[in-house]
């Protein structure tokens, strides 16, 4: 979708960036991504969890290379995830980021941990050598020292003590920047980057800063989020406020989580909060009203959405679906909803696109009726 939904500023032009068969930044949809948290060297696992973010939607997957082993699994990974974007996470040893260029589509480097310069010319020329963007991503947790100690930190028994009231924007915004003049030195301009922390007002405001004074595309995510309704609502309002003013061309959200099921959540959410601004659509997209005291007795406004929503899980392609519990305000949503139902009385009455298909449909029928219409209608819209 290129054009700025009703109410967001217009999406800030940054510089197009390839990764795999996904151009971030400039118009290109924001994509969104995840992170698995298997061992890379379990090959069996991180297979299994690639596939299946990817088939729920996630566009690029990040997979830690932390060891040799990590990276030995790399070319096998890569043969069996052929076409989904890959990353490879780097801490510390840059020689594994040499490692993995062959076999990922993308490099994130943390500036604060990657050592010297020397490193970083060496990651970029691997990074050439295979056409390979780098993500700088630069963490709140994990400054370069020097930042940290312009910045306000101290030395405590040998360990880098950040300020009582915990660095300034300028500190992520002076890491990223940096960097990127390094790479820019050696001509590299395939850069994405990010600023993450896990304090919402600080990463909003790094963010804004970043995007007026670069125009690379941006990787937006609240770091160690929490867990998952922490994370959901951390993430909702740090890389949604980003959104509202137009900055942001991928994003994650991080949910501490193992579990592949939990994993997938963060692409559900990451999905959500790009439907809930009009920036994508994804899947069916259930509007259900609160329901009170005038929901017609015997409708279950609540139960019906519900299994709505888990019945067209599995649904990629937009729907939108009003579930209203009385006439009040039904046919209204109904009218803009592809498929809408309204209780009205002792039975329901099911629109499409605002126009009366059915009435008189028993309540005990209406979830079943609707996943039958929400699917022939995705069909037909697939078909297009
Ligand atoms: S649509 Fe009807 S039942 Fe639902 S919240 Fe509004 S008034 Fe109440």
């Known amino acids: 979708m290129n054009s700025t939904p009703r109410y967001l500023r217009p999406r800030r032009r940054t510089r197009e960036v390839a990764v795999g068969q996904f151009v971030i930044g400039g118009a290109n949809p924001i994509r969104v991504q995840s992170m698995t948290s298997t061992e890379t060297s379990d090959i069996e696992a991180t297979v299994a969890q690639i596939r299946a973010l990817w088939e729920a939607g996630c566009e690029i997957v990040r997979l830690t290379v932390n060891t040799r082993k990590a990276a030995a699994a790399l070319p096998e990974i890569r043969k069996r995830c052929a076409g989904i974007p890959l990353v490879a996470d780097i801490h510390y040893n840059h020689h594994l980021a040499l490692e993995a260029a062959p076999y990922v589509d993308k490099i994130r480097i943390n500036p604060g941990n990657i050592g010297s310069e020397e490193n970083v010319r060496a990651v970029i020329q691997r990074a050439n050598q295979f056409g390979l963007p780098i993500r700088v991503g630069v963490n709140q947790g994990s400054l370069e020292r020097d930042i940290a100690l312009k910045y306000g930190a101290h030395v405590k028994d040998n360990i880098l003590m950040p300020p ?34 896990s304090n919402v007002p600080l990463m909003v405001e790094a963010y804004r800063q970043l995007s007026a004074q670069c125009d690379y595309p941006l990787h937006l995510g609240v770091t160690e989020a929490g867990t ?13 406020a980003l959104l509202l003013d137009g900055i942001g061309d991928t994003l994650r959200v991080s949910i501490a989580a193992r579990r592949t099921e939990e994993k997938i959540e963060e692409v559900r959410t990451g999905f959500k909060i790009l439907q809930a601004l009009g920036l994508r659509q994804f899947g069916v997209e259930v509007v259900a009203c ?19 929503e888990e019945r067209c899980a599995d649904i990629a392609t ?41 009435s008189q449909v028993p309540f005990a029928e209406v979830t079943d009726r609707m ?3 929400i699917r022939e ?4 819209k697939s078909a297009r």
């Open 164 to 197: 009582e009231e915990g660095y300034p924007a300028e500190a992520l915004v002076e890491s990223a920047l940096r960097n990127v003049e390094i790479l820019e030195s050696y001509g590299f301009t395939r850069t994405i980057l990010s600023v993450k922390s």
């Open 228 to 240: 998952k309704d922490n994370s959901n609502i951390k993430s909702s309002i740090g890389i949604g």
């Open 290 to 308: 609160p329901t009170c005291g005038r929901e017609d007795q015997g409708f279950d406004t609540t139960r019906i959405a519900r299994e709505i």
């Open 318 to 358: 937009p729907v939108k679906v009003s579930v209203m519990g009385c006439y009040v305000n039904g046919p209204g949503e109904a009218a803009e909803a592809d498929l809408g139902v309204v209780a009205s009385g002792t039975a329901a009455r099911i629109y499409r696109r605002g126009e009366l298909i059915s």
């Open 371 to 373: 996943v039958q219409l």
């Open 377 to 380: 209608l995705a069909e037909e």
